[in-house]
């Protein structure tokens, strides 16, 4: 058997990555579903319900683009829907009339609790069973 290189080593965990993310975000897509998101609605709700207080639970479209690992013209469709839904609301930032803030709404901090124990619950699955499997492989 020819020992591998480095560069495919590297390839190799590169590749298990890519597969583990993918997998992991449809099987969140999977059970998000019935509550009418999905793994990316949720990413953004978790973002938001993790500001602080003296941020005034919000924060800035832009921060949260380099959050979220979506272009911004995605970003900003998912939080018109997300709004639409009452889940969010956005209002212009006084400082710089070109930003624009997002917050939760009692309704978005409602759902994000009740589907965050589904959410962790896929990671946790998820990400043991490929700890495992690295492990087996080492």
Do not use: Y
């Amino acid at each position: 058997m020819a020992v591998k290189t480095a560069g495919a080593r590297l390839e190799e965990q590169w590749r298990d990555i890519l597969s583990v993310h993918a997998r992991t975000m449809c099987e969140i897509d999977r059970v998000l579903h019935p509550h009418g998101l999905g793994a990316s609605d949720f990413e953004v709700l978790d973002i938001l319900a993790a500001e602080t207080p003296a941020h005034g639970d919000q924060c800035r479209v832009q921060n949260l683009a380099g959050r979220v690992h979506l272009s911004q013209s995605a970003l900003s469709r998912l939080i018109g829907r997300l709004e639409k839904e009452g889940l969010v609301r956005r209002s212009v930032c006084q400082e710089d009339r070109r930003g624009v803030w997002v917050a939760l709404t009692d309704k978005g901090r409602a759902l994000h609790a009740e589907v965050l124990p589904l959410q962790r619950e896929v990671l946790a699955r998820m990400l043991t069973s490929q700890s495992q499997s690295q492990s087996r492989a080492s």
